[in-house]
């Protein structure tokens, strides 16, 4: 069965420029049946994106996709684009500058904080190279990694934020992976907003992004389940999680089998 860090893979594919024979490799049964299985027990499962679940505790998590999705949303993810409609839906909605533009890039959807020194951009949304474009690009090369070219204008492209997830997972720093989900991914409900604006063309992106929105919501739970048990810390030196594992998945990267990083 497809593990959390291979889902986030296969998600992040799906927002990124990819091959045409990767695509047909990803889209391709069994690869994309357990890419949806991978999401329906993330959706659900108490400990989201914990140990690599049991087939006992694989066997609880039941619950169909249609109990957390439309019924448009399941039918679109259960037939997914194919790469000439994927690079199709890319050019006219993931390009900026368009009448139609729907990029998926945190720092449109995000306003830019006030910063050390005063800027005419503080306080402003709606444009590139903000806060979380500066944090996720220093995060990748702290990882020793490089961001891809053609993210370098928006190294906080979903793409990429996805890919970065699926690494710390495989690495190992699940903690670090939760908490940085739990962050990074609080724009897609503005995004999602976005998304519905283009009507049924767009309902692959919004059920995938419906995922990730409960994922994040799941991982919420959770977590406020843990702090209740065991008044985990918090403030900053929760904040400071993901950057000390920065060093360990660097130190332990070597196998970059990733889809942009």
């Known amino acids: 069965m497809m593990e959390s860090d291979e889902m986030f893979a296969v998600l992040s594919a ?12 990803l889209t391709a049964q069994p690869v994309w049946a357990g890419f ?18 049991s087939p006992i505790s694989r066997a609880r998590m039941r619950c169909p996709l249609q109990d957390f999705l439309s019924a448009g949303e399941v039918k679109a993810l259960f037939a997914p684009p194919t790469y000439d409609e994927k690079r199709a839906f890319a050019a006219r909605h993931f390009t900026g500058g368009l009448p139609d533009s729907a990029v998926p890039v945190e720092s449109l959807y995000a306003t830019w904080s006030n910063g050390a020194l005063p800027s005419p951009f503080s306080r402003c949304a709606g444009m590139y190279q903000g806060d979380s474009a500066r944090y996720m690009k220093d995060l990748v090369e702290r990882m020793g990694m490089d ?3 053609q993210f370098a204008a928006c190294p906080d492209h979903l793409a990429l934020e996805l890919d970065l997830a699926a690494v710390l997972l495989r ?3 699940r903690d670090a992976a939760r908490q940085f989900l739990s962050e990074r991914l609080a724009w897609l409900t503005a995004y999602r907003m976005r998304l519905l604006t283009l009507g049924a063309d767009a309902g692959f992106y919004i059920g995938l992004v419906d995922v990730l ?9 959770g977590a406020d389940a843990v702090e209740a048990r065991a008044g985990r810390r918090a403030g900053t030196e929760a904040e400071t999680e993901v950057e000390a594992k920065a060093e360990v998945v660097a130190a332990s990267n070597t196998n970059r089998s990733h889809t942009c990083i």
Do not use: N
Request: aromatic residues 4%; contains cysteine; hydrophobic residues 40%.
């Open 147 to 149: 961001v891809p070219p």
């Open 14 to 25: 799906c927002f990124a420029p990819v091959e045409r024979d990767e695509w047909a490799q």
């Open 36 to 53: 949806l299985d991978a999401a329906r027990r993330a959706l659900q499962d108490d400990d989201a994106l914990g140990e690599p679940a």
């Open 213 to 221: 929105v409960g994922i994040r919501t799941q991982l919420a739970s």
């Open 171 to 173: 690495s190992g720093a």
